[in-house]
């Protein structure tokens, strides 16, 4: 039997959207003989991403070779939603499930999570948004670093914790939960990394990780709250035996120096790369009018309030500039609120060049106005990179994408 694809329409209509609307996630839910809760996970999930994700997103349930009514049960769930595709695989394994679909989406973030949903949901945007920022390349949720909260059994407890220490022992790992079904990376990166990985079934992310690391990737981790199924049919023997011959392949692989895989560097987003050059433009022109104010000022202030004077009517203008042009806010609703928390980002800038301009004139008394400007521009330039960080990770922030459409309409 062939792979069999049932899409309603995201990985379909990828390919005809012109324009980018922000980065799609693609979170895969391997299934095997899961008709019992399928429906109950998928709908679950739906309605999370839906009501709290700020990101688009499509969820592919990935069937393997299931002999119970899983296939039908993905099948009705891919034609009643829009964000939900099923892929019927011919054979078993969740490595192979995965490779599958992360090796053909066209998605900015691929992702995984177990059908049983045992992961609390609240620690999915965490575990996403350092791959959309550019800052991290692969993150996993962990159940074994400090902060997680873990419900499970005396014996899948010992177990985890063995195999992870065995890792870290024998193979130099640094990550602390390999096992756990709730990981993520950034597509292009598990594309250049999924050639390499031979596992097709449980040690594939095993694998998959430890490639990273010696491939001097990032990888973040995300404490977890957790909750063992009860119903779980792993295997536990059979997979811990895989596994410890996995390692051994790894080890063997490792002393012969075949672990090397070309992967690309980290680099900015695509919205941060749209938005780099906007606020570059907007704040040359606003350090422009900025200078140009403060020399009219100091005729008759001191340095100091001049500077202070200055700063505060540029960054009025700076902060609506880049309210419009650099992160796409049109409208009059929360322009109040978006100056105050702008006004705060441009509080540290001020503080950054008042203390700079205060030690310019403790070591030069007598310095020159070419000096003060010299000295305000190289701080203005430093201070921007802190407004940029702030406006982006704060005022902006992805997670307020919703409010900030309904603003949009």
Not at 64 to 71: E, I, K, V
Not at 92 to 107: I, N
Not at 201 to 210: A, G, K, M, P, S
């Amino acid at each position: 039997m062939s792979e069999i694809s049932l899409s309603a329409g995201p990985r379909a209509r990828l390919g005809t959207v012109s324009e980018p609307r922000g980065p799609l996630i693609e979170i895969a839910i391997p299934v095997y003989n899961e008709e019992h809760i399928l429906a109950a996970s998928v709908h679950r999930l739906h309605t999370y991403l839906l009501e709290t994700f700020p990101y688009r997103f499509v969820i592919t349930i990935v069937d393997n070779a299931s002999t119970d009514g899983t296939w039908d049960v993905a099948s009705r769930l891919a034609l009643r939603f829009s964000e939900v595709e099923a892929v019927r695989l011919p054979q078993k394994g969740r490595g192979r499930a995965l490779r599958h679909v992360w090796g053909t989406s066209v998605a900015d973030v691929v992702a995984y999570m177990d059908v049983d949903l045992s992961t609390d949901l609240d620690a999915f945007l965490p575990l996403i948004a350092p791959l959309v920022s550019g800052h991290s390349d692969l993150a996993i949720g962990s159940r074994l670093s400090r902060g997680s909260a873990v419900v499970r059994g005396p014996r899948r407890e010992v177990i985890s914790r063995i195999y992870n220490l065995m890792l870290r022992t024998t193979l130099a790992a640094r990550f602390s939960d390999a096992q756990c079904g709730f990981k993520a990376g950034r597509a292009e990166v598990v594309r250049a990394l999924l050639p390499a990985v031979e596992d097709e079934e449980w040690f594939f992310d095993t694998e998959l990780l430890l490639l990273a690391e010696r491939n001097g990737l990032r990888i973040h981790e995300v404490p977890v709250d957790w909750v063992d199924d009860p119903d779980s049919r792993v295997d536990v023997v059979r997979t811990a035996l895989d596994d410890l011959r996995g390692m051994l392949r790894m080890g063997r692989r490792w002393l012969a120096g075949a672990l090397r895989v070309q992967v690309p560097s980290r680099r900015l987003p695509a919205g941060m790369r749209a938005q780099v050059p906007s606020f570059a433009v907007i704040g040359i022109i606003s350090t422009i009018a900025q200078l140009v104010l403060y020399g009219l000022l100091r005729l008759f202030m001191p340095v100091v309030l001049a500077n202070v004077v200055s700063y505060f009517l540029a960054a009025i203008a700076n902060t609506a500039a880049n309210r419009r042009f650099t992160f796409g806010v049109v409208g009059t609703r929360r322009i109040v609120r978006h100056q105050l928390e702008g006004g705060v980002a441009f509080l540290v800038g001020l503080g950054v060049s008042t203390l700079g301009l205060f030690a310019v004139h403790a070591a030069w008394p007598h310095a020159s106005r070419f000096v003060e400007l010299a000295a305000l521009l190289a701080l203005n330039l430093f201070a921007a990179a802190i407004r940029f960080a702030l406006l982006r990770a704060w005022v902006f922030h992805p997670r307020r994408t919703p409010d900030l459409e309904e603003e949009n309409r």
